[in-house]
């Protein structure tokens, strides 16, 4: 155990490597460092501070669940705050990651923080955070991650510990439009269940113009890390504690997609594309009919029923290959972290159980349903007020039956997690381009990754336990 002047010690190192982006900034964020929330509806109780980062009609949501905690006990008062953007610098503001960096290292944290970036390992290894399994009740962890589904699980552990507990998870799987099925003379109600299957039914939706351009897109998949998880591959080994960037499968995966750019050919894709607006809510291109199959996460259903609540469409799960993984796709999501240095880790930790549904998995499950967020364990999605939801809603199951799935992966937890998660937006573009081979390129990211990893300045020993991740 350390003391607390050794554990301040220990976070004060753990910043030393942001120090001089800190000092860059240092108007920026002088502001926020003493902002901590100081009015109370409940001044005789115990104040929980409640950092998070949603705004707009999420805070209205957010505002809702502590309103809805406060009033559900008479110990503890959360008090949130919301702290705006993500990473560290933001277009010359500081983000909300660095921002809780400065704040640890004064000695003057959140006492808990809604997070979604990927910053777990790296803030662990600094010795930022504390484990929420040394929070918990006797037997409450050990019965927790039984039911934890295995992509919540994964995100937050690292080194043995269990860091952050997820408030809502993001999985994703297709959207198609029937109605486009029907006009190339396919059958709306049958979806492709192999990839191969599905590479056929494509290239009968692809339209064109007089010119010989594409006029709309059937299919074309991107984005790396979800179909890595559909052809079987991994990038890291759970049972050696190792990266594994350049599996055979990974090289499979990224081959596929390079297989679209050489039959359609880059150049046209891209000259598509680049005309298409915004992926944002109303915007989505899916919408307007420029794609025909595409994949997405979740919350479009939500952003659909707001913009296009007339618009035919369907949803399946991602098709895999011979070979592959079915009910299979990446997944990120929120999750609630406990600074070390926070003040009332007891209020934060009760807080944490009574919005996630750790002790009553059925109350939380009207949460999930204001938010749109999938369940974290099999007793929110089987309450009432959840069934009821998937009956409004019921493209939003095919979601819900992914994201139980032990096929879904979470980005591998290694200290250099964000820096790998945008190298591979590199790596498909560079094989996509025809720069580099599929295999070469993964074997550069694993080269860089590697890198990074031996640069890293790690000040002091993360907290002690199996050097494994617990699985």
């Not at 390992?121 to 589904?149: H, I, N, Q, S």
């Not at 720069?435 to 002091?460: I, S, Y």
Request: hydrophobic share 40%; net charge neutral.
């Amino acid at each position: 155990m350390l003391d607390g002047s050794a554990k301040t010690g220990r976070v004060l190192r753990g910043v030393q490597v942001i120090a001089a982006m800190a000092a860059t900034v240092f108007v920026g964020w002088l502001f926020v460092a003493y902002s901590a929330p100081s009015r109370q509806t409940y001044p005789e109780r115990e104040k929980v501070v409640f950092w998070h980062m949603w705004t707009s009609n999420w805070a209205d949501v957010i505002n809702q669940i502590v309103d809805r905690y406060n009033r559900s006990q008479d110990r503890y008062e959360v008090v949130p705050l919301i702290i705006t953007g993500g990473g560290a610098v933001q277009g010359g503001a500081v983000g909300a990651d660095l921002k809780t960096m400065i704040a640890a290292a004064g000695g003057d944290p959140p006492d808990c923080m809604g997070q979604w970036e990927m910053v777990i390992p790296a803030w662990a290894e600094r010795g930022v955070l504390t484990p929420l399994d040394t929070l918990m009740k006797p037997g409450e962890w050990e019965d927790l991650k039984k039911r934890l589904y295995p992509a919540v699980l994964n995100i937050g552990l690292y080194k043995g510990h269990f860091y952050g507990l997820s408030t809502g998870m993001n999985t994703w799987a297709m959207y198609y439009r029937p109605s486009h099925f029907i006009k190339a003379g396919l059958d709306p109600n049958r979806f492709p269940t192999t990839l191969e299957e599905l590479d056929e039914v494509a290239d009968k939706l692809y339209t064109y113009d007089d010119e010989g351009n594409i006029s709309r897109i059937g299919f074309a998949p991107e984005w790396l890390n979800q179909w890595i998880a559909v052809f079987g591959g991994s990038l890291y080994d759970y049972g050696k504690s190792e990266l594994t960037i350049t599996n055979p499968r990974n090289v499979d995966a990224l081959q596929y997609i390079v297989s679209y750019s050489n039959r359609y050919t880059f150049d046209a894709l891209l000259k598509f594309k680049s005309g298409l607006p915004s992926t944002f809510a109303a915007s989505w291109p899916f919408i307007s009919g420029a794609f025909s199959i595409c994949v997405d996460g979740q919350w479009r259903i939500e952003q659909l029923r707001q913009y296009a609540p007339e618009l035919d469409y369907k949803t399946a799960p991602i098709p895999p290959p011979k070979g592959g993984k079915k009910l299979a796709c990446w997944s990120n999501g929120n999750f609630m972290i406990v600074p070390t240095e926070a003040k009332n880790k007891a209020g934060a930790m009760d807080f944490i159980r009574f919005w996630s549904g750790m002790d009553d998995p059925v109350r939380a499950a009207e949460f999930y349903t204001w938010g749109g967020w999938l369940p974290i364990v099999p007793e929110i999605a089987r309450a009432p007020v959840y069934q009821a939801y998937l009956k409004k809603y019921p493209e939003f199951r095919t979601f819900v039956e992914v994201m139980a799935s032990p096929n879904v992966q979470v980005t591998p937890p290694t200290p250099v997690q964000a820096f790998l998660n945008q190298r591979l937006g590199w790596v498909e573009d560079a094989a996509c381009r025809g720069v580099l081979t599929p295999q070469a390129a993964l074997e550069q990211l694993d080269r860089d990754v590697r890198r990074e990893l031996k640069n890293m300045r790690l000040p002091g020993r993360s907290v002690s336990g199996d050097s494994r991740a617990e699985k």
